[in-house]
């Protein structure tokens, strides 16, 4: 049983370029999420999806974007890297909004 | 402001020596709360939901309490494979999820 799968697991990037992180999950969940994480803080929103289709903006939206077309996958971008990024992706899906969130493993990132 | 504070930030444990951790929160409408454990290079694994005060969970050595303030997450004679990062977040009535920064045990045989 997968679960959440993230790929890729790492990436190093220069700045101004662009990449897709994509997060699948395998459990029919309704809601998906993006959080990045970084020393010292906690898990913090990026975007978030309560179906196929849709999607809108968490804490801290600024620089990505998102697209859920299939319900079973999440799409996080970034169009153009800034070193302000780097960070620890996760994604995760919940069945609802009270429900837990389950987490895959993560992607770093680092932004030269 | 809504707030999820963690305490301590750091606990350093021997095997067999019971501890709890503490999660503080200001929310408006608690819906619900939960505790995470992330090991290292890895996503948090969900162990406990609480719904409203006075609720208790256990699993093994770990036991999850909430009042109308706070979670603790009681740890009973831990084990080094207990050694982790510990999360909590809060869920408000406006359906925002926010996780506190976390308390990272250590136990050594």
């Known amino acids: 049983n997968a679960g959440v799968t993230q790929t890729p697991k790492f990436r190093v990037l220069k700045t101004g370029q662009s990449m897709t992180l994509l997060c699948a999950q395998d459990m029919n969940h309704e809601y998906m999420y993006w959080y990045r994480q970084d020393p010292g803080m906690g898990l913090r929103l990026i975007h978030y999806?309560?179906?196929?289709?849709?999607?809108a903006k968490g804490e801290v939206p600024d620089g990505y974007n998102v697209s859920r077309l299939k319900k079973q996958n999440f799409l996080l971008g970034l169009e153009s890297a800034a070193p302000s990024q780097t960070s620890v992706y996760f994604c995760?899906?919940?069945?609802?909004?009270?429900?837990?969130?389950?987490f895959g493993d993560g992607t770093r990132l680092s932004i030269l | 402001e809504d707030q999820v504070t963690q305490s301590p930030e750091a606990l350093r444990l021997q095997e067999g020596e019971s501890s709890s951790l503490n999660c503080s929160y200001t929310v408006s409408g608690l819906r619900g709360l939960f505790w995470y454990r992330q090991d290292p290079g890895k996503g948090p694994e969900f162990l406990f939901t609480l719904y409203s005060a006075g609720e208790e969970k256990e699993k093994e050595r770990l036991k999850a309490t909430l009042t109308k303030k706070e979670s603790f997450l009681h740890i009973t004679a831990p084990k080094p494979e207990d050694s982790a990062t510990y999360l909590c977040?809060?869920?408000?009535?406006?359906?925002?999820?926010?996780f506190g920064a976390g308390t990272q045990v250590v136990v050594t045989p």
């Open positions: 999806s309560v179906g196929e289709g849709t999607t």
């Open positions: 995760a899906s919940s069945q609802g909004l009270i429900q837990p969130q389950h």
């Open positions: 977040a809060v869920l408000d009535s406006w359906g925002k999820l926010q």
